[in-house]
């Protein structure tokens, strides 16, 4: 199965010259990226040690362990020298998605879609026609027949709820059958 990359709104030179994506504060952050279990044999291929890979609840996902650089924590696979990716056409779909954001609401009765505006880019963007349209976009790729089944089985890409998100579309009950309710 593919793991397509979506098309982003967000023109690269603006992330390229911005310091949250790939960045967090703790080193058990929750919002360390997710990779599905395809993702991970992926970048195991690529030369990721596997010892990286924290298993999750799905039992088929994995969170990624983060490594300390200067105060603060980084992706393993980040470049601070450049800010790249240096596994950006293989990134998971976790970080392909941002700055939209799955995940459940407060009470974890409902599966949304919405954009987290901790992304300046987005906090200044998000009322602008292009990126409704673009929410409408990732809405149709997240509902895809190949892309909700590989969410489905890895549920933990659906993040906890968190109030930074500036929710837009909430999923119907078809939308993912396997998932559940972290209760951490
Ligand atoms: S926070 Fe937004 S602008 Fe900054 S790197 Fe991430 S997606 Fe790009
Ligand atoms: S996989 Fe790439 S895009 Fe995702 S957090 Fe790590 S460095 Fe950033």
Redesign the pocket.
């Known amino acids: 199965m593919s793991n397509a990359t979506l098309y982003q709104i967000i023109p690269n030179k603006v992330c390229l010259s911005c310091d949250v994506?790939?960045r967090f504060l703790e080193s058990d952050s929750p919002l360390a990226?997710i990779f599905t279990k395809q993702e991970t044999q992926k970048a195991i291929t690529l030369g990721a040690d596997p010892s990286l890979f924290q298993p999750m609840q799905d039992g088929n996902s994995s969170q990624?362990t983060l490594k300390p650089y200067k105060d603060y924590y980084i992706?393993p696979?980040?470049k601070p020298e450049t800010s790249e990716?240096?596994?950006?056409n293989n990134?998971?779909l976790d970080?392909q998605l941002y700055p939209f954001a799955l995940m459940y609401t407060e009470d974890k009765s409902q599966i949304v879609l919405g954009i987290d505006m901790l992304c300046p880019y987005s906090e200044e963007h998000w009322q602008t026609e292009g990126f409704k349209q673009h929410l409408q976009h990732i809405i149709n790729y997240v509902e895809s027949d190949e892309i909700s089944v590989q969410i489905s089985s890895n549920w933990r890409l659906i993040g906890d709820y968190q109030d930074t998100v500036r929710v837009f579309h909430t999923f119907n009950d078809k939308f993912i059958h396997a998932a559940t309710p972290s209760d951490n």
Do not use: G, S, T
Request: aromatic share 22%; hydrophobic share 35%.
């Open positions: 994506c790939c990226p990624i992706c696979f980040f990716c240096l596994i950006y990134r998971p970080c």
